[in-house]
């Protein structure tokens, strides 16, 4: 790692009065160079209450706009514009008029992986930290439609016996971990915990201990006697585990589990952005008033590890 641009960006994020939040995804120079790193919901969480005029987000742009809707006082900067959510984009806002035209009177829950206009066509977003508590607290007369991930979808509505309408959304790193991944690290580690993440498929969640998101994991890992874990999610969160707990052994499900848009910010980027203030990331007045009315409630349901 470079000191001197880890120095200039300390220099101006002083000066900027900005916060660098970090998804657990990113790479680990970048994660250990934020103020706070965590998963959707406990970076949305910091961002609502940070007294910060600048927030760098890194990570996808999804992010970036949902700190931009939940901050409209602040300045929020991607540092790389082209860092995007294959999964998002698997709906548009015309696609869900669409789908709620079938089932009228459908609660419409998003995934907060979802783009702004997306946000602003549904009642309420979740995370996959809070989905299961956020669905069980849906009225039980009233059908629910949940997009874009089939997977997340798929688990909420195991956990709550809930008959979710679901879309065929999916994570593209989250899907390239198989059954015969798991089997084939259980069959090396027999004593080892296997943790997945919710974006995983069905198959690879059946064969899993535990189904978490990436603030679970890190929690679950914290209070664990196990000294061993196979972790089924994106490999950048390896980091944050070894970091936290170094005395474990963390193995990663698949190496191919890694989300090339989540690779996109680098510390050059992550100086660029505070020394040029770009890329702003802005959303419509309309769209993001309708859209903070969703997201509110997803930060209200909050479990107590991304309180912080
Ligand atoms: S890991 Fe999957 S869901 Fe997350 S940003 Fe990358 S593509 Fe989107």
Known sequence: MSRSVVDKISELRARR???????????????????????SL???????????????????????ETAAILCPDKVVLLPDPEAG??????????????????????????????????????????TSANAVDLVR???????????PDQNLGQYTAEQTGRDLVLWPGYCRSHVL???????????RYPDAVVMVHPECTEAVRGLADQ????????????????????????????????????????????????????????????????????????IPKDIAAQARKSLQRMTEVVPSYAKG
């Open 17 to 39: 009065k900005a916060v660098v939040l970090a998804h657990n995804y990113q790479p680990p120079e970048v994660q250990d160079l934020a103020d706070f790193c965590g998963d």
């Open 42 to 64: 406990g970076l949305s969480v910091q961002a609502s209450r940070t007294q910060a005029e600048v927030i760098v987000f890194c990570g996808v742009r999804f992010m970036a």
């Open 85 to 126: 959510c294959p999964m998002a984009d698997m709906i548009t806002a015309a696609q869900l008029r669409q789908l709620k035209a079938q089932h009228p009177g459908a609660i419409v829950v998003c995934y907060v992986n979802s783009t702004a206009e997306v946000k602003a066509e549904s009642d309420t977003c979740c």
């Open 137 to 147: 607290s849906l009225p039980k007369d009233r059908q629910i439609v949940f997009v």
């Open 177 to 187: 971990i198989t059954e015969d991944d798991i089997r084939a690290a259980k069959a």
């Open 211 to 282: 189904v978490l998101s990436t603030g679970q994991m890190l929690r679950f890992v914290r209070q664990s006697k196990a000294k061993r874990f196979i972790v089924g999610t994106e490999i950048g969160i390896l980091h944050a585990l070894n970091k936290e707990n170094p005395d474990a052994q963390y193995i990663p499900a698949s190496d191919r589990a890694v989300c090339p848009n989540m690779k996109r910010i680098t510390l050059d980027k992550v100086l660029w952005a505070l020394e040029d203030m770009q890329v702003q990331v802005t």
